[in-house]
């Protein structure tokens, strides 16, 4: 019963979140993760995700319980929003001052979301790519792809 704004969210977490607020669980979904267990609470939405296209893992796994990164949650809505058929215009944006620190995989997505006024930094035009997303930023970032789909 608590929202808790400025706690950070896992990589489960934040899957959960955008397969029931943008897509429905496929209960046929499939994933192999060394660290999603098939009875856990995430494995469906974490599945869902993989085999849609929007998740990747790493060396270890999924990172289920890691926190995920501001840069990495860009990388998943761009793949959501490109699921939704959701057409972004390329109008430039100016690029955030610690762009040199945004990973290159997910440059694209950041360039993108913020040209398109759906994330925004977290001032003095820093984007602050490898901090972690909190509860509050989720919200409001899935609140404004789903506006895009009204």
Not at 9 to 29: C, G, N, P, Q, Y
Not at 93 to 112: C, H, P, Q, R, T
């Amino acid at each position: 019963g608590v929202f808790a704004p400025a706690d950070s969210v896992t990589r489960a977490e934040f899957v959960k979140m955008i397969v029931l607020a943008l897509f429905e669980s496929d209960s046929s979904a499939n994933s192999d993760f060394a660290d999603v267990d098939k009875n856990s609470w995430s494995y469906p939405y974490i599945s869902t995700a993989y085999k849609m296209g929007l998740v990747q893992g790493n060396a270890n796994g999924f990172g289920t319980s890691d926190n995920i990164t501001r840069q990495d949650m860009a990388v998943i809505i761009g793949r959501c929003m490109e699921k939704k058929n959701i057409v972004l215009s390329s109008k430039d944006a100016n690029s955030f001052d610690d762009d040199s620190l945004i990973s290159d995989y997910a440059k694209g997505a950041v360039a993108l979301m913020k040209s398109e006024g759906i994330i925004n930094g977290k001032g003095n035009n820093m984007f602050a790519p490898l901090d972690n997303l909190t509860r509050a930023e989720a919200a409001v970032i899935i609140m404004r792809v789903i506006n895009l789909l009204r």
